[in-house]
């Protein structure tokens, strides 16, 4: 086992620093790892390996028996999450490299980010003469649904995927856990920096690059450690077919500033950033909704064997758009052939007025049969690599419905993406739900669903 390995793929953890009071970091990470979640959901379950709680304190803590000394735990330890003050973290780092613990995380605040760097080299320096990888410190930890691991402070665990996302701000990682049982979304791994003492953003890339359950790699960064090491992981992942997407915050002047004062690290001009991170194959966005919509289609569909899409739509209007779009982002519409739309007409269920033209316009009264019926057809032809479909919500629509239809031909044509735009709110939910649910990613607007599938057929 790397000891990167042991960071995401523990059979041990200590928690040292573990807590009585139901309102602290030591609490809330001890129960992480015990039940899965401090808040309810369905994707928890208690982390199977050894869990083993330290604090000199205390005989038990939620059923766990306590240890005075992470020396004392009786069996090896992977991985130890130390939730103590700053200025005892060199000494219990100096107890876990005599107990040959191979990965820490740092919880702790109160190092380079508040002014305080000496303490921060002072750990760094003890994990590496301990043969230590130190993750943090001034994190959230470590998620990896899969593996049942919560090794964090974060409130839940969300569903299983195939994104990783690394997250220079803890804050960010925990809001996103919560919105991601609400919206479906699914996760190989969610990874807080924090300071960087020792673990960085290319560590991550590397070790995600040669992950079996991650196709995408999502990144938000304020500042980078080492350019060129990062540089060299970007182009190993994408070399192993993995997308990597960067949002990076300190662009602009207040931004940059207030960085400084967060983790510690110097923002850099954005610029070359940008410039470095595309020539080595990423994509770069702007958004944090950006980030993690586009990491979604890349991670939940096929890359498309080339660029030529068809767009499925009940509402002109929107097709129309989504065309737009589509030419923006160097989406080429496909070129409906005449054998294509005889077998459409063929079908009884197009309606008379309907567009026999891409965006294919099935007209608002479209039935779920109309749309499986048409995406089965495009999808069956070769000029076809990719699709888009809208649900526009009228009194006519099967919204549910339209899903499962999505769903089977999905199921039927498993090598070309689809992307969806359900365009609706209230009475909308039930069949975005299940399309989250069964991993193909719906937005809520016909350009953000053209850019992914700009990603996905290599506009």
Not at 71 to 94: E, F, M, T
Not at 120 to 143: D, F, H, S, T, Y
Not at 436 to 455: F, I, M, S
Request: glycine share 10%.
């Amino acid at each position: 086992m790397s000891n990167l390995d042991a960071l995401l793929e523990p059979g041990s953890v200590a928690v040292i620093g573990a807590s009585r009071d139901p309102k602290s970091v030591g609490y809330g990470v001890l129960q992480g790892l015990l039940k899965g979640c401090v808040l309810p959901s369905k994707y928890a379950k208690p982390f199977p390996g050894k869990v083993y709680a330290v604090n000199p304190n205390a005989k038990k803590i939620l059923g766990a028996r306590c240890y005075a000394n992470v020396k004392d735990v009786p069996g090896a330890v992977d991985l130890a999450v130390i939730c103590v003050p700053a200025k005892v973290v060199p000494a219990v780092l100096r107890e876990c490299a005599e107990k040959k613990v191979k990965a820490i995380v740092v919880v702790s605040a109160g190092f380079a980010e508040t002014g305080d760097a000496a303490l921060q080299e002072e750990i760094a320096a003890i994990a590496k003469r301990g043969g230590m990888r130190l993750l943090g410190p001034n994190c959230l930890g470590v998620i990896r649904p899969s593996k049942s691991l919560n090794a964090s402070f974060g409130l839940s665990m969300p569903r299983a995927g195939r994104t990783a996302f690394v997250t220079q701000s803890g804050a960010l990682a925990d809001s996103i856990v919560d919105w991601a049982l609400e919206e479906m979304y699914a996760f190989s791994a969610i990874v807080s920096l924090g300071n960087k003492a020792d673990i960085d953003e290319a560590d991550l890339v590397e070790w995600f690059a040669h992950d079996g359950q991650t196709k995408a790699i999502a990144l938000y960064l304020e500042g980078v450690k080492d350019g060129r090491k990062l540089m060299a992981a970007v182009r190993t992942a994408a070399a192993r077919g993995k997308t990597v997407l960067v949002l990076k915050g300190g662009r602009r002047g207040e931004g940059a500033r207030a960085v400084s004062s967060h983790t510690g690290a110097l923002a850099g001009s954005y610029a070359v950033f940008e410039s470095a991170m595309r020539q080595s194959g990423a994509a770069v966005v702007e958004t944090l909704e950006e980030l993690l919509g586009l990491a979604k289609a890349v991670s939940e569909q096929p890359l498309a064997a080339g660029n030529s899409v068809a767009i499925v739509t009940n509402g002109g209007g929107a097709g129309v758009l989504c065309a737009d779009y589509c030419e923006e982002f160097g989406v080429m519409l496909a070129e409906l052939k005449e054998a294509t739309l005889r077998k459409l007409d063929a079908t009884k269920l197009m309606h008379p007025a309907y567009s026999r033209r891409n965006p294919l316009d099935l007209v608002g009264d479209a039935t779920a049969k109309r749309y499986e019926a048409a995406l089965d057809i495009l999808l069956a032809d070769d000029a076809v690599k990719a699709a888009i479909v809208i649900q526009t919500l009228q009194t006519m629509t099967e919204s549910e419905g339209d899903a499962r239809a999505v769903l089977r031909m999905r199921k039927k044509h498993p090598k070309k993406p689809i992307v969806c735009v359900f365009m609706g709110g209230k009475y909308s939910k039930a069949a975005i739900r299940l399309l989250g649910e069964n991993g193909v990613p719906n937005y809520d607007d016909p350009r953000k669903a053209a850019k992914a599938c700009a990603l996905l057929v290599g506009a």
